[in-house]
């Protein structure tokens, strides 16, 4: 099993503009979670879905979108890139709906590192 | 405003000794507490977890204490190795929903051989 498998792994960006990170997991589950992680800060919640269709924001959602059209895919949008945008980020998906143990198993993805100039 | 604080930011210990992160959190219905280990240039990994009803969890060399009354929780490494050289984030969650995590800021760890 791949697990949640994330692309682009690099990405460089100008000011301005927009791009699409893909997170797909094959491993069923409900839940999926986008994050960042900057120096210092620990990682944060952007936005994230409970099922297939359904999406909220999370701690820092401005200047993001996303959008779970498939149960194994979840997608990241960035408009219009900002500096401050220049981070690694995480997607990671639970089961949601499993016993106690299994469902608050997060599962995350290897990073996309993103520079925006 | 941060719900979990995790201190320290990083910490240096020898081979065999023991590494202690501390964490703390405000909400008090928070009901599960993970710990997540990191290596470079990877993701974050589940490590040991525990739930308010229980004060200790022990998995190998890795012991998860809490404190409810404190609203606080720690994460004990023994004999600590180089490869236990990463960082590691405390994290709360309220059940109920979407099980969304709230993570401490990190801390680095590095184990000199």
């Known amino acids: 099993n791949a697990g949640v498998t994330q692309t682009p792994k690099f990405r460089v960006l100008k000011t301005g503009q927009s791009m699409t990170l893909l997170c797909a997991q094959d491993m069923n589950h409900e839940y999926m979670y986008w994050y960042r992680q900057d120096p210092g800060m620990g990682l944060r919640l952007i936005h994230y879905s409970v099922g297939e269709g359904t999406t909220a924001k999370g701690e820092v959602p401005d200047g993001y979108n996303v959008s779970r059209l498939k149960k194994q895919n979840f997608l990241l949008g960035l408009e219009s890139a900002a500096p401050s945008q220049t981070s690694v980020y995480f997607c990671a998906s639970s089961s949601g709906t499993s016993g106690f143990i299994a469902k608050n198993i997060q599962y995350f993805g290897a990073g996309t590192r993103l520079s925006v100039l | ?113």
């Not at chain 2, 308010?52 to 720690?74: C, H, M, W």
Request: charge should be positive; aromatic fraction near 12%.
């Open chain 2, 1 to 113: 405003q941060q719900q979990v604080k995790q201190s320290p930011q990083s910490l240096i210990v020898q081979k065999g000794g023991i590494s202690i992160i501390n964490c703390a959190y405000e909400n008090t219905a928070f009901d599960y507490f993970p710990w997540y280990q990191q290596f470079p240039g990877k993701g974050p990994a589940l490590l040991i977890a525990i739930r308010p009803d229980v004060s200790e969890k022990k998995e190998g060399r890795f012991t998860i204490s809490f404190n409810k009354s404190a609203k606080q929780f720690s994460l004990h490494i023994m004999d600590s190795q180089p490869g236990d050289s990463a960082t590691y984030f405390c994290a709360a969650s309220l059940q109920g929903g979407s099980e969304k995590l709230v993570f401490g800021k990190g801390m680095k760890l590095t184990v000199n051989p």
